[in-house]
């Protein structure tokens, strides 16, 4: 799935970017440091908007663009800050072919979220995944850490409203 970017206000504090500066410093001069940077990076900020890559950017003399490659193609990066209330619905095959897409499909509209996106009050994150290994509780969704299964559309609106 394709990440895509919200417009959420970039919040990065003085002190973060003390912090960056000094896991870019960390690995100056180390082949393939690019990958821990990031990581960390993303430690420090929970994800890694634009703001965060110009300065990786500058800092060691690599492409915004190869770092928004980079960004872009791992699932373990993120463009936009989680919500509060973390949304994921299974698309794992047991979950699809008992209508998890029903669900997630449902979210979409009862939130005004799209799947890998975060509403732009902050409030909800909705991430499609896949198999998350409860497949005897298909289709399930978690919340959070709340593990919700068996589910039918019909069950959404009692879920959600806790969170709400």
Do not use: H, W
């Amino acid at each position: 799935m394709k990440k895509k970017l919200t417009t959420v206000q970039f919040r990065g504090t003085k002190e973060q970017e003390e912090k960056l500066l000094e896991v870019i410093e960390k690995y100056r001069g180390t082949k393939g440091a690019m990958m821990p940077i990031l990581q960390e990076a993303q430690d420090i900020y929970g994800y890694l908007p634009i703001e965060v890559q110009k300065i990786i950017a500058e800092k060691t003399g690599t492409p915004l663009e190869e770092i928004f490659g980079i960004v872009s193609f791992y699932a373990q990066f993120a463009l936009n800050p989680k919500g509060d209330v973390s949304i994921a619905v299974c698309l794992g095959t047991a979950c699809y072919v008992k209508g998890s897409g029903d669900l997630i499909n449902k979210i979409q509209e009862k939130l005004n979220v799209e799947p890998g996106s975060t509403t732009p009050d902050g409030k909800f994150t909705l991430e499609a995944t896949r198999c998350i290994g409860a497949c005897g509780l298909a289709p399930v969704l978690t919340i959070n850490n709340d593990v919700y299964g068996r589910l039918t559309v019909a069950d959404l609106d009692g879920i959600l409203e806790k969170y709400l």
